[in-house]
């Protein structure tokens, strides 16, 4: 009779964890590489356009507005002038360039201002649906490979921040034959401010901003309407009072422009 063959008893979860400690070694001496290209920030210097930083439609636009500053800053800090030229550059008398602020409108988008990871996406995010909003309005980047930066400086709020901007352009063939209530301009200028600079007094801070004939913008609304998007935090946005109209993030939808601007209330944005 045959003698019976011995089972071998193997240290199975043993073995799993050591094969399991091998291969996490060999990814992290070996990382994986992606086919997509490397995003890096572009840099150029005299663009004779209020955009002139490089910025695809899919970047983070204060992430390149702070890069192109320092950038600036490393390449010219030794040559004055070229650096009070590039100062000039983002003035608030440039961001004016070329544009009819009576046909203009002005819509400004509160974002997290960190610099962790999951804020930077919560700009991706809201850019692209700021954006797509836009464009179901019809409305175009003026240049998707830039965007512009002011800088604003007020020593009482310990302001020394960079405001990114982009233009939009309505492109609408044929003519409208929209009520005059209901019409759109044929500019708008989007805004993106750091939620954190408005914690305290933001009314007082916007009005400023915006508004306030001795502040930065000096806009007329008188001529033009301005919007805010935001701010984060839903119970705030009742401490933001007249004359500027708060749009809900949490309403925000394609149909969110037209539903901020337009004199007629409409439905609420699913």
């Given at each position: 009779?045959?003698?019976?063959?011995?089972?071998i008893?193997?240290?199975?979860p043993a073995?799993?964890?050591?094969?399991a400690?091998?291969?996490g070694v060999?990814?992290?001496l070996?990382?994986?590489e992606?086919?997509r290209?490397?995003?890096?920030?572009?840099?150029?210097?005299?663009?004779?356009?209020?955009?002139?930083?490089?910025?695809?439609?899919?970047?983070?636009?204060?992430?390149?507005?702070?890069?192109?500053?320092?950038?600036?800053?490393?390449r010219?800090?030794?040559?004055?002038?070229?650096?009070d030229?590039?100062?000039?550059?983002h003035?608030?008398?440039?961001?004016?360039?070329?544009?009819e602020?009576?046909?203009?409108?002005?819509?400004a988008?509160?974002?997290p201002?960190?610099?962790?990871?999951?804020?930077?996406e919560?700009?991706?995010?809201?850019?692209?649906?700021?954006?797509?909003?836009?464009?179901?309005?019809?409305?175009?980047?003026?240049?998707?490979?830039h965007?512009?930066?002011?800088k604003?400086?007020?020593?009482?709020w310990?302001?020394?921040?960079?405001?990114p901007?982009?233009w939009?352009?309505?492109?609408?063939?044929?003519g409208?034959?929209?009520?005059?209530?209901?019409?759109?301009?044929?500019h708008v200028?989007v805004?993106?401010?750091?939620?954190?600079?408005?914690q305290?007094?933001?009314?007082?801070?916007?009005?400023?901003?915006?508004?306030?004939?001795?502040?930065?913008?000096?806009?007329?609304?008188?001529q033009?309407?301005?919007r805010?998007?935001?701010?984060?935090?839903?119970?705030?946005?009742?401490?933001?009072?007249?004359?500027?109209?708060?749009c809900?993030?949490q309403?925000?939808?394609v149909?969110?422009?037209?539903?901020?601007?337009?004199a007629?209330?409409?439905p609420?944005?699913?």
């Amino acid at each position: 009779m045959e003698k019976q063959r011995k089972s071998i008893d193997l240290p199975w979860p043993a073995i799993m964890a050591a094969l399991a400690a091998v291969g996490g070694v060999f990814l992290y001496l070996n990382p994986l590489e992606t086919s997509r290209p490397a995003e890096r920030t572009g840099f150029q210097l005299n663009l004779d356009s209020p955009q002139d930083v490089d910025a695809r439609l899919w970047q983070d636009p204060l992430r390149t507005a702070t890069e192109h500053e320092t950038q600036v800053f490393s390449r010219r800090k030794d040559a004055p002038e070229q650096f009070d030229q590039e100062n000039q550059r983002h003035s608030v008398g440039h961001f004016w360039l070329g544009r009819e602020p009576d046909e203009s409108w002005v819509l400004a988008v509160m974002i997290p201002g960190g610099s962790y990871s999951e804020y930077s996406e919560a700009r991706l995010r809201m850019r692209q649906a700021v954006l797509e909003a836009l464009g179901a309005e019809h409305y175009v980047p003026a240049d998707g490979e830039h965007i512009g930066y002011v800088k604003i400086d007020n020593p009482s709020w310990n302001w020394r921040m960079i405001v990114p901007f982009e233009w939009c352009d309505r492109e609408v063939h044929g003519g409208s034959n929209e009520p005059s209530t209901l019409r759109l301009p044929d500019h708008v200028c989007v805004l993106w401010l750091r939620d954190e600079e408005f914690q305290t007094n933001p009314a007082l801070r916007l009005n400023w901003l915006l508004r306030d004939p001795d502040g930065c913008f000096r806009v007329d609304m008188s001529q033009i309407k301005i919007r805010i998007v935001g701010p984060r935090t839903a119970s705030r946005e009742r401490t933001i009072f007249p004359p500027f109209k708060v749009c809900s993030r949490q309403n925000w939808g394609v149909k969110a422009i037209r539903s901020c601007f337009v004199a007629r209330p409409l439905p609420t944005l699913r």
